[in-house]
C-alpha cells in the first residue's frame, strides 16, 4: 500500500483551465502539505494542513484553493491555469507537526504542465 | 527565508567523499536532510534536533552546529545510488518546513 498517494501523476492542460490534484495518506498523520517543485527543483511549501485545519497559507495566489475533508486527504484546487503553474506538485504527511518526528512522507508527485 | 546550501553540485567517482553544507541566517531549531532521486519524489535521510548532535546512516552522517547556524551532511565511500540531489530544512515558526535550493550529487563508476 502507498503511504502518500496522489493523482493524478500527470496534468497536461490549457490556460485558463480549472485542475484539481487530490492525496491521501494512510499513515494516520495528523499534519498535511502542498509542496511546489519548479523547474529549478525548488522545493516550497505552500500550504499545511493539522487535523483539517488550514495552518500554513504561504503567499499563494487565491487561484490555488486547498481542501481538507478528513485528516487523511488534502486536495488542491487550482482555478484559471497560468503558464508559471506548471510545475511538479508533492503532497506530503507528518505526525503532530514536524517538531516531533521531523520526517515528511511525500507523494510521487503530480506534474503539471500548462499549455 | 530559505537555508543556503553548498556546493550547488558535485561530480565524484565511486568511493570519494563529499560534504554538503547548510547555513542559515536564521537560529535554527533543527535541521532535517532529504534526498530526491531523478523523477522521484524527496525521501528523509534524517533530522538533527539540537547543537552538537550527530547522526548516521549507512555511510551517511550529519552534524549540526547550532551556535554556527548550520549543518553538514557527510557523504562516505560513496557510491552509485548516492547520485541525486540532497535538500536541507530548517523549521520555521508554525512548523513550516524551509529547504535550502538542494546539491546535486552525481556519482560516476
Known amino acids: 500500500d502507498t503511504a502518500v498517494s496522489q493523482t493524478p501523476k500527470y496534468l497536461v492542460t490549457q490556460m485558463g483551465n480549472d485542475k484539481s490534484i487530490k492525496c491521501e495518506q494512510n499513515l494516520g498523520h495528523d499534519t498535511m502539505y502542498w509542496y511546489k517543485q519548479d523547474s529549478k527543483k525548488f522545493l516550497k511549501i505552500m500550504f499545511s494542513y493539522n487535523n483539517k485545519e488550514l495552518i500554513i497559507n504561504e503567499t499563494v495566489p487565491n487561484r490555488f484553493s486547498p481542501k481538507s475533508p478528513d485528516k487523511a486527504h488534502l486536495n488542491l484546487h487550482i482555478n484559471s491555469l497560468e503558464l508559471g503553474d506548471s510545475a511538479v506538485y508533492f503532497c506530503a504527511s507528518s505526525r503532530l507537526g514536524q517538531r516531533n518526528t521531523g520526517e515528511l512522507f511525500f507523494g510521487e508527485g503530480s506534474r503539471l504542465t500548462v499549455l | ?109
Open chain 2, 1 to 109: 527565508q530559505q537555508p543556503v546550501q553548498s556546493p550547488q553540485a558535485v561530480i565524484l567517482r565511486e568511493g570519494e567523499d563529499a560534504v554538503i553544507n547548510c547555513s542559515s541566517s536564521k537560529a535554527l531549531y533543527s535541521v532535517h536532510w532529504y534526498r530526491q532521486k531523478h523523477g522521484e519524489a524527496p525521501v528523509f535521510l534524517m533530522i538533527l534536533l539540537k547543537g552538537g548532535e550527530q547522526k548516521g546512516h549507512d555511510k551517511i552522517s550529519a552534524s549540526f552546529n547550532e551556535k554556527k547556524q548550520q549543518s553538514s551532511l557527510y557523504l562516505t565511500a560513496s557510491q552509485l545510488s548516492y547520485s541525486g540531489t540532497y535538500f536541507c530544512g530548517t523549521l520555521e515558526y508554525g512548523n513550516k518546513l524551509v529547504f535550502g535550493a538542494g546539491t546535486i550529487l552525481r556519482v560516476k563508476s
